[in-house]
């Protein structure tokens, strides 16, 4: 667990992010945040996929009690769960967007969008692993920067952190070409989590979806949004430019501020029935939330799959 | 509206600053990225004519915060729902001469006009600066409290007062204060006899009752003269009355009531008196009351004592001789080693009067004489040219020889000039002497073959020849008076009144003794003037000819008279509404602004 000062909470997936983000490097802090998230939960999401036996495994906190081998543990005075087969067979792809709107962040004393992004891949990656689940990933741009097929073996995660230290920030997003890759990397209908800020158009990246829906993908979409995004916290007159397009817009923030609140609350609300009307997940996690919100968004979509 | 500080009316200007800024199209410099810029540009474009009906308020808001500011900074006034006014100087003037006294339906008139004044001073605000100022001249200013309870005192006067001084006076006061607006409000009976001629009172509005109706009708003591001023002890009293009518009287002497009669009309009647006492005596006449009762009652003093004891020489001529017979058998003097009477070369002493010599080949020795006598007078030049006399007693009496009097260098000792012939001194009076400048015959001049030359001897012979008795002053209540020597006070009602520095009669009619430490040394006898007893009005069109001023109102009801008192200046200061509309401004355009801001940043800001 990481260190304390002290005042509550104490568990990884609840602490501030950018907080827990200085404190160690991308790997140390996703294990701390799925140790944390895994010690919270009261129920294990492994009941009833399957019944085919497959090995025992130490018990964990949040495994369900009706999984453990009491006969072992009467035997050997160890806490043993049964592990079934079909566990392992759920397929998940990550898709990330590296664009260069995503590096970016309202507040210095906040994660850029991409690094809280980045934060939350390797923490359900590793959170998948653990499962036993087969776990790949996209990285894309202004063109695909990563594509790992899904495996399901821990040196899995290690590839998976090691390419969300490769380059990314390009001026444009590819989220469809994004999506399609994901979508290939898993054949059997499996999870496509997908991270972007979704400063897209709106009629293609429903397209590249309504193909991974079509591919019977469970799709969950995470909006990552900076809070300074959700409402202008500037003060002062300013051109605001767009860092992958030419757009420049000429504001006075006070004048501008509630109008702006309502246009994104409105846009939010539109994802939110588009991706809706084909039956994907769609939250939007701020970066200043704690990485447990979105652990919690990605693990729900786990627990629907049949 | 008028402004108090046009110049700062200059700050107007400054509204063109938000309206430059709103419509400059300034240069930004800032540059922010901000990937969700499309964000920005939705709600620009769907907000465009909330955010433009915005920024138009912002402005109006912040145009008028200024606008008003810069008024206010100008001091304007203006009328505003009919009420408040600018502030004012104002000075009431009430008059309380002895006529204001006067019951008119059941009450004093003074008593209605102090009931305007005080209803007057009350309409007063915080602005206003206020005084009182009566007859008497007398101001109070001050706590508009103050000036209410001094309005409240207010007695009527024993006389005429200087109602147009004090007028003269307040218009002063109102000016000197220096506020926008003087006011001088005039609340008097309107008697005739008060407004002599125009008063000019320059930039100041007047607003002044004048009551209507027939002045109450008035009857008056006019005169209560003893005739001589010393008695021995017998004596006269001449009285009269004004009215039309048969009036009864009463003469009252040491407090006694020693003789009545009937006046007709206006004439005089000459009561004979020889009262017991001795010394200085006050004494009045007194009529029946009437509607005015400060005229009713008219005070007299007279000296009650031997007759002083005259000795004839032969120089003093025929007539004089003559005449000196009669005074003494009227017992009006008696002879003896007293005062001489005689030609200017054979008086050996004073007291005496001197009378020129007929014959001018004895000038040298009378001039030589006169000097011996530390007499400062010399007889100049005769001179043979008839001419007429001029002074009490002896007004138009022909001099035909007469050698005109002169000051001797030198001579510093007081002297009074009792007549005058061809405008040089004829008749010349000092301490313990009269010097006449012709010889008392036929030829000389016409006064010793006159009616009014007894008279005049006796009285030359009890007021200026003897000490007694010879201290009798006259004087109207209030008026500036000349004291003899040495006098230390007043002796009346009972009280010793100190005498100033600048001795003035007291304001209310009497007879006062004039006291040297414990001895009454003479008397001083306070009448109002006879003028003041004619209650005669001024129409309202005269009272407001008589006044010169910037703006006269003549309010016929005293009701009017408080309206009219602020009435033309029926506008207050703008200031402090201006200044509240221009807070109302930024706290709106505050909110407008605020309402903008999150909370949360607000708390950061």
């Known amino acids: 667990m990481p260190p304390t000062t002290g005042a509550p909470p104490t568990r990884a997936d609840l602490i501030d992010p950018a907080s827990l983000a200085s404190l160690g490097r991308i790997e140390i802090i996703a294990r701390w945040v799925v140790d944390g998230f895994l010690s919270g939960l009261h129920r294990s999401p492994r009941k009833g996929f399957s019944v085919e036996f497959a090995e025992f495994r130490p018990y964990q906190t949040g495994d369900d009690l009706r999984f453990i081998d009491w006969r072992v543990v009467a035997r050997s005075d160890k806490w043993m769960v049964k592990q079934f087969e079909e566990e392992t067979n759920t397929r998940a792809a990550l898709v990330l967007d590296v664009s260069k709107s995503m590096d970016w962040s309202g507040s210095p004393e906040r994660l850029t969008k991409l690094r809280y992004a980045e934060q939350v891949v390797a923490a359900i990656a590793l959170l998948l692993i653990r499962q036993r689940d087969a776990v790949g990933l996209v990285r894309y741009d202004d063109r695909l920067r990563t594509v790992l097929p899904a495996r399901a073996r821990t040196m899995q995660w290690r590839r998976i952190v090691r390419s969300l230290e490769e380059p990314g920030a390009g001026s444009d997003s590819r989220m469809a070409e994004g999506v399609q890759q994901a979508a290939k990397l898993i054949r059997r209908p499996g999870i496509v989590i997908l991270l972007s800020d979704l400063l897209v158009d709106q009629d293609q990246m429903e397209q590249s979806l309504r193909v991974a829906r079509a591919a019977g993908h469970q799709v969950t979409v995470l909006h990552i949004m900076d809070p300074s995004e959700l409402e202008l916290d500037s003060r002062g007159e300013a051109i605001f430019y767009d860092p992958e397009s030419t757009l420049e817009v000429t504001a006075t923030v006070s004048d501008v501020r509630r109008a702006y609140s309502a246009t994104v609350m409105h846009a939010i609300e539109e994802w939110r029935q588009r991706l809706a009307a084909l039956g994907a997940g769609y939250e939007v996690i701020r970066t200043d939330s704690p990485f447990g919100v979105p652990l919690r968004r990605a693990f729900a979509t786990r627990q629907r799959l049949p | ?605």
């Not at chain 2, 915005?54 to 008003?68: E, I, P, V, Y």
């Not at chain 2, 009857?219 to 004004?242: D, F, N, Y």
């Not at chain 2, 007539?319 to 017979?325: K, Q």
């Not at chain 2, 030049?381 to 001099?399: K, L, S, Y």
């Open chain 2, 1 to 605: 509206m008028n402004f108090l500080a046009p110049i700062w009316l200059g700050l107007i200007a400054a509204v063109a600053v938000p309206l430059f800024l709103h419509l400059l199209r300034r240069r930004i410099d800032i540059r922010r990225e901000f990937p969700a810029a499309r964000y920005l540009l939705r709600a620009e474009k769907e907000n465009v004519r909330r955010l433009k009906l915005r920024n138009m308020l912002l402005m109006l808001l912040r145009t008028l915060a200024l606008l008003f500011l810069a008024l206010a900074a100008a001091r304007p006034i203006a009328a505003l729902l009919g009420s408040g006014h600018v502030p004012t100087a104002l000075v009431v003037v009430v008059d309380n001469t002895m006529s204001t006294g006067a019951i008119v339906d059941g009450s004093p008139l003074l008593s209605r006009l102090k009931t305007v004044a005080q209803s007057v001073v009350s309409g007063a605000e915080s602005n206003d600066q206020t005084w009182l100022v009566t007859a008497d001249r007398a101001v109070t200013g001050g706590a508009r409290n103050a000036v209410l309870d001094a309005i409240d005192r207010v007695e009527p006067l024993g006389g005429r007062g200087d109602l147009t001084g004090a007028i003269t006076h307040a218009a002063g006061v109102a000016l000197a204060a220096g506020l926008s607006t003087s006011t001088v409000v005039v609340l008097t009976d309107g008697q005739a006899s008060q407004w002599p001629g125009d008063i000019s009172l320059g930039g100041v509005r007047v607003v002044a009752y004048a009551p209507t109706g027939v002045a109450p009708y008035n009857r008056a003591v006019t005169m209560a003269e003893p005739r001589p001023a010393r008695w021995s002890p017998k004596g006269t009293l001449l009285v009269g009355a004004s009215g039309a009518d048969s009036v009864t009287y009463r003469v009252t002497l040491g407090g006694r009531t020693t003789a009545r009669g009937l006046l007709r009309g206006s004439d005089e009647q000459v009561v004979r008196l020889e009262p017991s006492e001795r010394g200085w005596v006050a004494g009045a006449v007194d009529l029946a009351p009437d509607e005015l009762r400060g005229d009713d009652e008219r005070y007299f003093a007279v000296w009650v004592g031997d007759a002083p004891a005259v000795n004839v020489l032969p120089g003093a001529g025929l007539f004089v001789r003559e005449a000196v017979d009669a005074l003494v058998q009227s017992t009006l003097v008696t002879r003896g080693p007293g005062i001489e009477i005689a030609a200017v070369d054979e008086v050996t002493r004073l007291p005496a009067l001197l009378i020129a010599p007929a014959d001018p080949v004895r000038m040298g020795a009378a001039n030589r004489n006169l000097e011996r006598l530390g007499i400062p007078w010399r007889l100049g030049e005769v001179r043979r040219d008839e001419t007429i006399a001029r002074g009490e007693d002896v007004e138009g009496t022909p001099v035909r020889v007469r050698y005109p009097l002169r000051m001797s260098t030198g001579g510093a000792a007081p002297s009074d000039t009792l007549a005058t012939a061809s405008g040089e001194p004829w008749i010349v009076a000092g301490s313990g002497y009269v010097l006449v400048g012709s010889a008392m015959s036929a030829e000389a001049s016409s006064l010793p073959v006159r009616a009014p030359f007894l008279p005049w001897l006796s009285s030359m012979l009890s007021e200026h020849l003897t000490s007694e008795g010879s201290s009798l002053l006259r004087a109207e209540p209030g008026a500036p008076i000349r004291l003899p020597a040495g006098i230390t006070g007043f002796e009346g009602d009972s009280q010793v009144l100190a005498v100033g520095s600048q001795p003035t009669a007291p304001t209310r009619a009497g007879v006062y003794f004039l006291r040297r430490g414990d001895d009454r040394v003479g008397a001083l006898v306070v009448n109002p003037e006879r003028e003041e007893s004619r209650l005669d009005r001024l129409s309202a069109t005269e009272l407001k000819g008589r006044l010169r001023a910037d703006d006269v109102i003549i309010a016929t009801d005293p009701a009017d008279i408080p309206r009219h008192a602020f009435d033309a200046s029926a506008q207050r200061p703008l200031q402090a509404l201006l200044l509240l509309l221009a807070l109302a401004c930024l706290v709106g355009e505050m909110m407008i602004v605020r309402q903008a801001e999150p909370q949360g940043l607000r708390r950061a800001a």
